[in-house]
């Protein structure tokens, strides 16, 4: 981010003033240049650190984070598991085929397998031995309950996979906020940086015209206190910096400790210009809570013709084909095919309570989806309402750090014209660690209100992305 050009602190000529005074409003126009600009929020980490830094950008974040967060890969597990579920609903319409090989070793009583006596024949057969060698198939030919059952898995994997896509927005949602307030924080931390120096120098410079008698003791102390103000603000500022970057790694799932430069600077975006009806049609044509519910109505509805296919009849194909042969006779060759119809009669109230359970999936996503596209609507308004106050505030918050920039120069020149004390150096000091504040935050506002804005549309991932791709 950027500021006013700083070439209207230069100092006058003072003659008359010793060489000391001289270096020291030298030494603190080179420090009030430097804290009249904010430098990129770099986080290096020191060069002890056994752990290697990690250079960033928002779009490197994004990437890291949708590759290696855990919910991401909890997300590619269920996609995995749906789409097994879908081919096993699938394996129930194929035909099956099983090779079979067995013997046997028999001895019968004749009267009893026939219900009465034999007066001319043996009363006992055997034992003989006996074996089979073959295959047997079985097929369905006509079977709507299992065929709306597959269509059901087959709506449920597309449901999950609009959830994973749901994840992943979620997730590029966190990154780019936690990225955004650790880029407000490193901000914070120079801007309170080139105050501190500025306070220093401006210390130094009572000191100086203490001892050359232009400026009291009181002028020295009151400099010195807003040294330690400064100093305490860096303090804060640095800590804010260090929580935003732990944040940062842990939805990145990085190493705990691992240091991390951030390579992007907090400024003011491209903003798109969309009407509340264009930005809230696209977030309901791509959001994928939208997506994964509709498929979940879909699933629904073929579980429905599922357990109203279980009242029609079905047709069932099987057939066998086999080498046989009893002890040591020659084999022969068999085979059997049969056509089977199974009609219901009474399935126990099956029916009716898996139709009712399907209707009831649907009422609830019926009333998942009125939710979801009342949020959307909500986030549109508000994010588009935060964008615009958010830009505005950054032109407040730019005129805002010009126009103390230029009170602190003047004050500054009064003091060390002898016309005033310090008391209004130090109120300018103030005034534009305020107006640097407020202009920080106004940056940090705008994204992330840019940010809300494609995330109600569905579009975060995509946005950053594709910024990122484009040369």
Excluded at 357 to 370: G, H, L, Y
């Amino acid at each position: 981010m950027s500021c006013p050009s700083t070439r209207a602190f230069g100092f006058p000529r003072v003659p008359g003033r010793a060489p000391a005074l001289l270096l020291a409003l030298a030494g603190s126009a080179t420090a009030f240049a430097q804290a009249t600009a904010l430098p990129p929020a770099a986080n290096s980490a020191p060069a002890s650190s056994p752990v290697p830094a990690v250079q960033l950008t928002l779009a490197q974040a994004l990437r890291t984070a949708l590759a290696q967060n855990p919910r991401v890969q909890q997300s590619l597990l269920a996609v995995a598991e749906s789409q097994e579920d879908r081919r096993a609903a699938a394996a129930a319409l194929l035909p099956t085929v099983a090779a079979e090989a067995y013997g046997q070793r028999n001895k019968y009583n004749l009267d009893a397998l026939m219900g009465m006596a034999q007066p001319n024949g043996p009363q006992v057969v055997g034992p003989f031995n006996w074996s089979q060698v073959g295959l047997e198939a079985r097929a369905p030919i006509f079977d709507l309950s299992l065929w709306k059952r597959w269509k059901a898995a087959s709506y449920a994997e597309d449901s999950v996979r609009a959830q994973g896509r749901a994840v992943r927005e979620e997730i590029a949602a966190l990154v780019v906020g936690q990225y955004l307030r650790a880029l407000r924080a490193a901000a914070s931390v120079d801007a309170s940086q080139s105050r501190v120096d500025l306070a220093g120098a401006l210390a130094t410079l009572a000191e100086n015209q203490q001892k050359q008698g232009v400026g009291t003791k009181l002028d020295t102390l009151r400099a010195k206190v807003q040294l330690q103000t400064e100093r305490q603000r860096l303090i804060q500022a640095q800590t804010q910096r260090l929580t935003a970057l732990a944040g940062l790694g842990k939805l990145l799932d990085l190493k705990p400790g691992t240091p991390i430069e951030l390579q992007d600077t907090l400024a003011a975006p491209a903003l798109p210009e969309l009407d509340f009806q264009a930005a809230y049609q696209a977030g309901l044509s791509q959001r994928p809570e939208l997506a994964a519910l509709d498929a979940r109505e879909k699933a629904a509805e073929s579980l429905r013709q599922a357990a109203q296919g279980l009242r029609l009849p079905s047709i069932v194909a099987s057939g066998s084909y086999a080498s046989t042969a009893l002890q040591s006779e020659p084999r022969a060759t068999t085979y059997q095919v049969a056509v089977g119809v199974k009609v219901p009669l009474f399935t126990g109230g099956l029916v009716s309570a898996q139709v009712a359970k399907a209707k009831s999936e649907q009422a609830r996503v019926q009333e998942a989806r009125r939710d979801v596209r009342s949020q959307v609507g909500l986030e549109v308004q508000v994010a588009q309402a935060e964008q615009d106050a958010a830009r505005h505030e950054v032109e407040v918050a730019d005129l805002a750090v010009s126009l103390s920039q230029e009170a602190l120069t003047q004050a500054r020149h009064r003091f060390e014209a002898g016309v005033s004390n310090n008391i209004e150096v130090i109120n300018a000091q103030d005034e534009l660690a305020r107006a640097n504040d407020n202009q920080i935050s106004a940056l940090y506002r705008l994204n992330q209100a840019r940010a809300d804005l494609a995330r109600a549309m569905g579009q975060i991932e995509k946005l950053y992305l594709a910024a990122a791709d484009r040369p």
